[in-house]
Nanobody, 116 residues
Framework: VQLQASGGGLVQAGGSLRLSCAVS????????MAWYHQTPGELRNLVAF???????NYPDRVKGRFTISRDNNWNTVYLQMNSLKPEDTGVYYC???????????WGQGTLVTVSS
């Protein structure tokens, strides 16, 4: 399975971005996907996950602002980010795996910079 993240960029606080993660390879083996956020010197933190059966969840810090979605064929997973804040700045990684919490595959990351 290969993941290719895109859509990052520079945006002002309050603005929006949509990240995309293109999935290729053995897609049938994937049952959960997620987006993670990382800043320098920090661990990657989960910002959203979605499962093949439609379970979705977010941590409180992004709930109501971020929305994860996927196309019907599980070829692309999106992260719509609204009302962005400077603390949302960082590299966003998409991840995929056979079960929730077991993300064996990772994309290369896409940088999001939110200016104040």
């Amino acid at each position: 399975v290969q993941l290719q993240a895109s859509g990052g960029g520079l945006v002002q606080a309050g603005g929006s971005l949509r990240l995309s993660c293109a999935v290729s390879g053995s897609i049938s083996s994937i049952n959960a996907m997620a987006w993670y956020h990382q800043t320098p010197g920090e661990l990657r933190n989960l910002v959203a996950f979605i499962t093949r059966v439609g379970n979705i969840n977010y941590p409180d810090r992004v709930k109501g602002r971020f929305t994860i979605s996927r196309d019907n064929n599980w070829n692309t997973v999106y992260l719509q980010m609204n009302s962005l804040k400077p603390e949302d700045t960082g590299v966003y990684y998409c991840a995929a795996g056979p079960v929730l919490g077991s993300f064996d595959f990772w994309g290369q990351g896409t940088l999001v910079t939110v200016s104040s």
